[in-house]
């Protein structure tokens, strides 16, 4: 057994191709890798294979997933001004490049498209996979470009940056700005403050320590003033909003410490703080920027998940003539323009009809997974896929009013809708500070009244002390650490309050099809009456399935490895059956009803009840029925361990489905899930979880279709699995990487384990700030003592959030 | 412990040469990717010929 050269996966036998580089010759799995490993060398970057840390996929395999880009339709003028920033002579634009797995990739694609004649500059990001190329227009298009990459094995989607990652990745490099002069000056502090501590032991002129204590003042400005920015601003806006978050008490903490230090510097007698402040404006930067990261992580991937080729559409250069047409994009469809539908293509806009006709799969617009036979005059609607026949349709709309575009509205409608989770910190955080200043105003009160003389420096110390350091990293690090170990077992947590959300959810709601079951039916069992044998008949109905391509005819060519006879005067009646001569005798196959109607009374023969469940197709010749053919659409096997998973926590499980009833009650009996919605529409799911929040639940739906966007939306926590299509992905709140639907019962775990990491800091931090209170309230803490008691809790608290990044349960 | 009047101000300025040059390698976005720097390294030896020459005729 040997590996294939390019993708190292093992060559199944029979499929071994063999190609010649350079006088030696190298086994490939498939033409697909023999050909980019041709093209890898003849550009002398065979330095790829020796230095990749990652396997790519067989070339050929991950061609059906990637997106794929009509590079004819990237020349037009309206995909140019959407996309491209051109000065005239040079042009400028991005992609999101697919299958990048290494960092060597990143140099292979660059090596490549930089050699090209034309390709001024090659810039692509690893974390983002976002490229970006400039290129002199008169020497290469954007087409060749995107050609040329994807010959290496690669997927390019033309990227629009959006207004959200934009403002993710401004926000991340402000915060690192603020974050390292923190961390510089404040440690110049901290040095000096070790010189001014151990004056406490051994003595220090009077000069030198008023000279430590200005140069600290002078060091502690641009901390305050540029890094800590943001902490005041925040608290400002709080301020003004009358609510009270955690940068209330912090930045109330912070200017209190900074006047009494300036005070006691100036008049050199008294506490200076410096060294704290410095330091909890270092750690709470740090805190933010972690929890920053992981968004900008999230966003990113989200980002590049979005991007989605733009549609595009074959438009017919002469009504007349079906077989000369152009690509366009299919923004550029107008009404009454004619467009031709290839099987297994996307419909570009609204329509209707004029030639042929043809299954359509409406499953994205209605959540129903069976067809609907469309013929000449019928409507078929954008954002549904044709399944058997090529048909010509008319534009009747263009394609930004389809109904595709209307699903889109509706989902931006139900977003607005989403509950928010408020924040357990913020909540505390308003009865925090409002506590505190009470506090320091009668201890205030209470020093000035007993006639002590330094009343001022006791009040001073408790709001100090009471700088909520710990309970400000309470909550950001445990969701951080959180979002992490997550990603680190593929599961994608789309922004951190879906931590909390997931933690709460008590209802979960699947979607059927593609999530619990496989998105193809298959053939489970024979049943043979007559002389034929199995496979002679098996031959039979693979020979005539292959002249459609219903759904029924594609499980049966697909799942039967036969050798095809040859058929003539074929007839193929649409959504009902086939007819053919094979060895000069006449055989049906299809539906009861189109048997019925061929053979009046074949079916009766063999006492069929009327009332069978799942799907059925017979196979009969002139004298009567020969075979029948049970499909099933199979439950995924993942289903099964998850179903078997999820009993351990209590949540409720339902599913929700645009399927009939009987498909839907079998799925639910074999999972055990009690509660069933079928035959609902996407208004009809939303419908669905409404009534279950306003009983009062937390709910969680699992979805994979565009038409399970909506209900994504709206739904406390949104799950797609990985094999969901992209919007769906990109509307989601927790997203499964790998193909196991199980994940969510990690997932699940993971988030009520943070919740309780969450309480606990929150405790610990509230019970420090109050020991810590009452200790200053009665004059016993020092400067030092609050610089240690701050770090100390600040450091237990962090501890205690990375024992989240170890956390295993069970068989996780 | 004169010295000290010559050191300390040497501190500041130390300081502020650091804070800016950390400023700048940010504004310069040499944070943005931080998995392909690693690599680089690695890979530099592998310029292409003609990318190379090309780059060099021009």
Same mark, same amino acid.
């Given at each position: ?143 060749? $470009? ?57 003595? $220090? ?140 293509? *996307? ?112 009040? $001073? ?140 009374? *074949? ?35 993942? *289903? ?173 | ?58």
């Amino acid at each position: 057994m040997t590996d294939c050269y390019h993708c190292g996966s093992v060559i199944r036998s029979g499929r071994k191709v063999v190609r010649e580089i350079d006088g030696v010759s190298h086994p490939m799995c498939c033409e697909g890798c023999a050909t980019v490993a041709a093209i890898v060398h003849e550009s002398g970057l065979e330095a790829y294979y020796k230095k990749r840390t990652a396997l790519p996929p067989p070339v050929d395999e991950s061609n059906e997933t990637l997106p794929q880009t009509f590079s004819e339709i990237l020349d037009d003028e309206a995909i140019h001004q959407q996309y491209v920033d051109s000065d005239g002579e040079q042009s400028t634009t991005a992609f999101i490049v697919h299958n990048i797995h290494c960092p060597t990739c990143v140099w292979l694609i660059e090596s490549h498209l930089v050699s090209q004649p034309g390709v001024v500059d090659v810039k692509l990001n690893y974390r983002t996979q976002k490229l970006k190329v400039s290129w002199r227009s008169s020497e290469i298009s954007l087409s060749e $470009i995107v050609s040329r990459t994807q010959s290496l094995g690669y997927g390019l989607v033309p990227y629009s940056s959006t207004a959200i990652s934009e403002i993710v990745n401004a926000q991340h490099q402000d915060l690192l700005k603020r974050m390292g002069v923190a961390g510089v000056f404040g440690m110049q502090i901290m040095v000096i403050a070790v010189a001014l501590y151990s004056s406490a032991w051994t003595s $220090i002129q009077f000069e030198y320590e008023e000279l430590f204590r200005r140069l600290s003042l002078l060091f502690v400005l641009p901390v305050l003033f540029y890094s800590a920015t943001p902490i005041f601003a925040g608290a400002w806006r709080d301020l003004k909003q009358r609510t009270a978050t955690m940068d209330v008490p912090i930045a109330l903490g912070l200017i209190i410490a900074f006047f009494a230090s300036l005070t006691a510097t100036l008049t050199g007698s008294g506490e200076i703080y410096y060294d704290s402040i410095a330091m909890f404006v270092f750690i709470q930067l740090i805190a933010r920027f972690l929890e920053k990261g992981a968004y900008r992580r999230m966003t990113d991937r989200i980002t590049s998940l979005s991007a989605s080729t733009p549609n595009h559409a074959n438009r017919l250069v002469d009504p007349g003539q079906v077989h000369s047409t152009v690509v366009v994009p299919a923004l550029r469809l107008a009404v009454d323009d004619f467009v031709l539908i290839k099987p297994g293509e *996307a419909i570009p806009a609204d329509g209707e009809i004029v030639s042929g006709s043809t299954d359509v799969d409406e499953a994205l617009l209605t959540g129903e997974s069976n067809v609907v036979h469309r013929t000449i005059g019928d409507s078929v609607f954008g954002g549904s896929i044709n399944v058997s026949n090529a048909v010509v349709v008319r534009v009747t709309r263009p394609s930004a009013e389809s109904a595709l575009a209307s699903i889109v509205k509706l989902l931006e409608d139900s977003m607005s809708e989403k509950p928010s989770n408020t924040r357990l910190t913020d909540q505390i955080a308003g009865y925090f500070s409002v506590t505190v200043v009470m506090i320091a105003l009668c201890i205030g009160v209470f020093w000035y009244w007993s006639g002590n003389t330094n009343w001022l420096s006791y009040p $001073i110390a408790v709001l100090v002390v009471a700088c909520p350091c710990a309970l400000a990293l309470a909550v950001p690090t445990a969701l951080t650490a959180a979002v992490n170990s997550a990603a680190k077992r593929n599961i994608l947590i789309a922004h951190p309050d879906a931590v909390q959300a997931l933690a709460k959810v008590n209802t979960f709601l699947f979607d059927k099809t593609g999530t619990l079951t496989q998105s193809q039916a298959h053939l489970t069992r024979t049943e043979i009456f007559g002389q034929l044998s199995q496979s002679e008949a098996h031959d039979l109905a693979a020979s005539l399935s292959s002249f459609s391509d219903h759904p029924i005819c594609r499980a049966l060519t697909d799942s039967l490895e036969s050798d095809e006879s040859e058929v003539t005067e074929v007839e193929v009646e649409h959504g009902g059956g086939i007819a053919g001569y094979v060895n000069e005798k006449r055989y049906y196959l299809g539906s009861r009803s189109y048997i019925d109607s061929k053979l009046p009374g *074949a079916i009766d023969k063999i006492s069929e009840p009327m009332d069978q469940v799942g799907l059925i197709a017979y196979l009969s010749d002139d004298t009567g029925v020969v075979a029948k053919f049970h499909f099933d659409n199979p439950l995924r096997d993942d *289903a099964f361990r998850l179903i078997g998973r999820i009993k351990d926590f209590p949540a409720r499980l339902a599913l929700v489905t645009g399927d009939r009833q009987s498909e839907a009650e079998r799925v639910a009996e074999e999972l055990n899930i009690a509660e069933v919605h079928w035959g609902c529409s996407p208004k009809g799911k939303l419908g669905i979880i409404r009534s279950h929040q306003k009983l009062g639940e937390s709910v969680a739906m699992v979805g994979d279709g565009i038409n399970d966007t909506p209900t994504l939306a709206i739904a406390n926590v949104s799950i797609a699995p990985a094999r969901a299509q992209h919007i769906a992905k990109a509307n989601a709140d927790v997203l499964l990487l790998d193909d196991r639907l199980d994940l969510l019962v990690t997932a699940r775990n993971l988030a009520e384990f943070t919740v309780k990491v969450m309480r606990n800091n929150t405790v610990w931090a509230i019970a420090y700030n109050l020991i810590g209170i009452s200790l200053a309230a009665a004059g016993f803490v020092p400067p030092l003592a609050a610089a240690i008691g701050m770090s100390v809790s600040s450091i237990l608290v962090v501890g205690n959030s990375l024992r989240i990044t170890a956390y295993e349960h069970g068989n996780t | 412990m004169e010295i000290l009047y010559l050191l300390l101000p040497l501190t500041i300025i130390v300081s502020i040469v650091i804070a800016a040059f950390f400023l700048w390698s940010v504004k310069s976005g040499q944070y943005e990717d931080l998995d392909r720097e690693p690599m680089r390294v690695l890979m530099d030896d592998d310029q292409v010929e003609s990318a190379v020459s090309r780059k060099v005729d021009s």
